[in-house]
């Protein structure tokens, strides 16, 4: 029995669909090799990189993650900048690392950076304390106070200890006292009629 065509309408009128895309495909065997081919040359590709990431680019994270803070609590920064560093070149999402290279930033000469480390750690972990203290500070230099604030009120939220909290409250009330002023210089007073 012949496979019969659907049939459709257009604009009133019938008419039936191709079947061409119904009759099978001629084979190639080349073709089907060379496939088959690369099909396993990404198997093994994504298997190769599986492999890498579960070996952890062959560094041992633990011990140099303790040598490097052992390196930030002696003052040797540039160490403990070049071991993070590593760890990041081997998990970019490692958020021991990104806390590390935050403390060595805060070190160094450049706010730049050490805003830049804050806001990538906020990016994977948007509670931490410490970078949302130094962002918010960095925001404040620069006159966007609402964001300076918003950060000081995330900071302030995962703050753990009563003192933590107090030095975040004095300095949400520093930055509302700074806004007031900066909105009483903007005011403009109406005229007085004589």
């Not at 002696?74 to 590390?100: H, I, N, S, T, V």
Request: one cysteine or more; hydrophobic letters at 40%; aromatic letters at 6%.
């Amino acid at each position: 029995m012949a496979r019969r065509a659907p049939e459709f309408r257009v604009g009133g009128v019938r008419g039936t669909t191709p079947t061409s895309h119904l009759q099978p495909a001629k084979q190639n065997p080349m073709m089907d090799h060379l496939r088959s081919q690369t099909y396993c040359r990404w198997l093994q590709c994504l298997l190769l990189l599986f492999l890498l990431w579960l070996a952890g680019c062959g560094v041992d994270r633990e011990a140099l993650l303790s040598q490097a803070q052992a390196d930030l609590t002696a003052e040797k920064f540039e160490a403990a900048r070049r071991a993070y560093a590593l760890l990041l070149d081997c998990d970019p999402f490692d958020l021991a690392a990104l806390r590390g290279m935050v403390n060595v930033s805060v070190q160094s000469e450049t706010r730049e950076e050490q805003v830049q480390w804050c806001r990538r750690l906020l990016a994977l972990d948007p509670w931490d304390r410490q970078a949302n203290l130094l962002v918010g500070k960095a925001l404040e230099r620069e006159g966007n106070l609402k964001d300076a604030a918003v950060r000081y009120i995330l900071a302030y939220q995962s703050s753990d200890f009563q003192n933590e909290k107090k030095e975040v409250l004095g300095l949400l009330t520093a930055l509302s006292a700074l806004e007031l002023k900066e909105s009483k210089a903007h005011v403009v007073r109406p005229a007085t009629p004589e």
